[in-house]
């Protein structure tokens, strides 16, 4: 396959360009280096049409034989996955390694979710009666993904739902849609035509998709703002959903740790993926006792960090991804900056129109500011002195979202202790960003709800069904 030009949609098995396009940029540049087909109302009716007639096919295909599909389409991400990190690379942002990291991550969750199986529970199976409750597939499921894991994101969808035996349409992010595209036509080499399609386009396209009266479920990741906007929607129709949004995980460090040991990895909890991770730690609510050393072992970090075009070598943190976020983060710096906040800024960065913000600590900005209370989803990391740790744990919980947290410590079972208290569907102790297949991921409050990974997850694409038999 050609990872350079011909971006097409796959609509039916086939790619289909669009009539119009949407520029695609290259975010270490400003520059349009590409452009991907803008979906139509036609187009979208098409592939929502190729989706329901595949369904029924597919519904009664055999598991395993749904299983070893997706497994096989997994084996052949993983085969192009050089190419595909090079172009992941120009369009999102980060640096090459890191990106084929996300691809054989991806191809790697899809085998794990390709084990999995409906569990099927009887309650009664007696000489009167046989009763059970199984799961069956909803029909078409639509796939709303963002920029900032666009290969993963899409994946811990696309597994799961095919595993079911739903058919899908999925839309990547307009930022981001080129490797997704090439997933598509991929992926027509190994599953019935129908049976997975790839849409892409601007804008309008996001609610075209959440309105049409075809799709049975809604799987969407990305703002809670548009998570609002897609709920509204899908309410019309009673479409199922499941929602994952925004974060402002706090990570809470303890006196007792060993600063040396720990600097490192808080550093990139917040930083990695130039911060533009839903779970990154986002607020770092520090002990006093070892405020100022982890402080200025994180500064040394900042400043020794490679910024840069994500293709050059020695790069770890690259640009934003794209010029609407690079706005939002540089209007909460001068937010900052207005209400005389002290910046710790690490290594420069590089000139020109690339979408570069030098890693900024904020040193112990008060509770209420704006750059603590709100999501930056950029390399703005607030930190912020503690002393009394049933004050920290409410400080942490107040908060609009509920994703992920924290704590640090050497004593572990403290930690774990403190970790239960936070309001989140996720919690680390010593580590961050372990997320695993088999385990759910879900946020609370306005960090969304339903389920992903795990049973829970692969059953959200389905409906439990009681069958009830009298002998
Ligand atoms: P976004 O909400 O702007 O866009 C997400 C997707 O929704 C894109 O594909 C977009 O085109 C589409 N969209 C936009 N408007 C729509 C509408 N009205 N109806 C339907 N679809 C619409 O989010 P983003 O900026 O791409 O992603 C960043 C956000 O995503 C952050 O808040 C981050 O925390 C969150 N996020 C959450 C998770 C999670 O699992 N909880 C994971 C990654 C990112």
Redesign the pocket.
């Known amino acids: 396959m050609n990872f350079n030009d011909d971006y097409a949609m796959t609509i039916d098995g086939r790619a289909v360009t669009g009539k119009a396009t949407i520029d695609v940029v290259n975010p270490a540049t400003g520059e349009v280096f590409a452009s991907a087909p803008d979906c139509s109302k036609e187009q979208l009716d098409e592939a929502v049409a190729a989706a329901q007639k595949a369904f029924k096919g597919w519904r009664d295909t055999p598991i395993a034989d749904r299983q070893a599909m997706v497994s096989r389409a997994a084996d052949l991400l993983l085969a192009h996955a050089d190419e595909m990190a090079r172009l992941f690379t120009r369009e999102q942002g980060r640096p090459v390694d890191a990106a084929r990291q996300e691809i054989q991550g991806a191809a790697a969750w899809m085998k794990a979710v390709a084990q999995m199986e409906p569990p099927v529970h009887v309650s009664e199976d007696s000489d009167t009666q046989f009763i059970e409750t199984r799961y069956v597939p909803l029909g078409v499921v639509c796939a709303?993904?963002?920029?900032?894991?666009p290969v993963n994101?899409a994946m811990w969808k696309v597994a799961p739902a095919l595993v079911a035996g739903n058919t899908m349409v999925l839309?990547?992010?307009?930022?981001t849609p080129l490797c997704t595209l090439k997933i598509g036509q991929l992926f027509a080499e190994i599953f019935p035509a129908g049976v997975f399609n790839v849409v892409s386009g601007g804008?309008d396209?996001?609610?075209m998709?959440?309105a049409h009266p075809g799709f049975a479920k809604i799987s969407?990741?990305?703002?809670?703002?548009?998570?609002k906007?897609?709920m509204e929607?899908a309410a019309k129709d009673l479409k199922r959903l499941t929602l994952?949004?925004?974060?402002n995980d706090a990570s809470i460090v303890l006196p007792d740790v060993d600063l040396d040991s720990v600097a490192q990895t808080i550093f990139m909890a917040a930083f990695y993926n130039t911060a533009?991770?839903?779970?990154a730690t986002k607020r770092l609510y520090v002990h006093e006792d070892v405020y100022d050393g982890l402080r200025d072992r994180l500064a040394a970090i900042a400043g020794a960090v490679k910024v840069g075009n994500g293709v050059e070598q020695g790069t770890v943190l690259g640009p934003i991804q794209n010029k609407?976020?690079y706005d939002r983060v540089m209007e909460l710096l001068e937010d900052a900056r207005a209400n005389d906040l002290t910046l710790i800024q690490g290594a420069a960065v590089p000139d020109g129109a690339g979408y570069f913000v030098p890693v900024t600590i904020v040193d112990n900005p008060p509770e209420d500011s704006r750059v603590v209370q709100e999501?930056a989803?950029g390399p703005i990391l607030p930190m912020i002195k503690f002393s009394d740790i049933d004050d920290v744990i409410e400080r942490a919980n107040t908060s609009e979202y509920g994703?992920a947290g924290a704590v640090w410590s050497a004593d572990t079972a403290k930690a774990t202790a403190i970790a239960r208290r936070l309001e989140t569907g996720t919690v680390w102790v010593n580590q961050f960003i372990n997320l695993r297949p088999d385990t759910i991921?879900a946020?609370r409050k306005n960090?969304?709800f339903g389920v992903?990974n795990g049973m829970e997850g692969l059953l959200e694409y389905m409906a439990p069904q009681a069958v009830y038999v009298a002998k």
């Open positions: 709303i993904a963002p920029w900032n894991f994101l839309k990547p992010s307009p930022f804008d396209l996001g609610p998709m959440t969407f990741t990305g703002s809670t703002a548009t998570g906007r897609v929607s994952e949004l925004g974060g533009q991770i839903c779970v609407r976020q999501e989803f994703l991921f946020g960090s969304g992903e």
